[in-house]
Nanobody
Framework: QVQLVESGGGLVQPGGSLRLSCVAS????????VGWYRQAPGKQRELVAS???????TFADSVKGRFTISRDNAKNTVYLQMNSLKPEDTAVYYC????????WGQGTQVTVSS
């Protein structure tokens, strides 16, 4: 059974940091491209950052310079380090793994508020 489990979300003040983790099981993780997406209330789900099986990364313009993405294939985990958080970063964050098949996690809530 394939599972992607996100964790690390929570409530943080503007300017703060969080690190999200996405742990995969049931797949040969190193072969998969992995993306972090987010969905705010009333908005479409959007790509925040992605990391390919070879380590190449992409970022949405809105998070460039603030977020980084990394992976540890030995731990079947992808991380999203989020710094200088803004209220507009508030959303449910999801990870997606793609290699032919597509798998989604259940999401983790990030709330940026004072």
């Amino acid at each position: 059974q394939v599972q992607l489990v996100e964790s690390g979300g929570g409530l943080v003040q503007p300017g703060g940091s969080l690190r999200l983790s996405c742990v995969a099981s049931g797949i040969t993780f190193r072969r998969y491209d992995v993306g972090w997406y987010r969905q705010a209330p009333g908005k479409q789900r959007e790509l925040v950052a992605s990391i390919g099986s070879g380590g190449g990364t992409t970022f949405a313009d809105s998070v460039k310079g603030r977020f980084t993405i990394s992976r540890d294939n030995a731990k079947n985990t992808v991380y999203l380090q989020m710094n200088s958080l803004k209220p507009e970063d508030t959303a449910v964050y999801y990870c997606k793994a793609v290699w032919g098949a597509v798998y989604w996690g259940q999401g983790t809530q990030v709330t940026v508020s004072s």
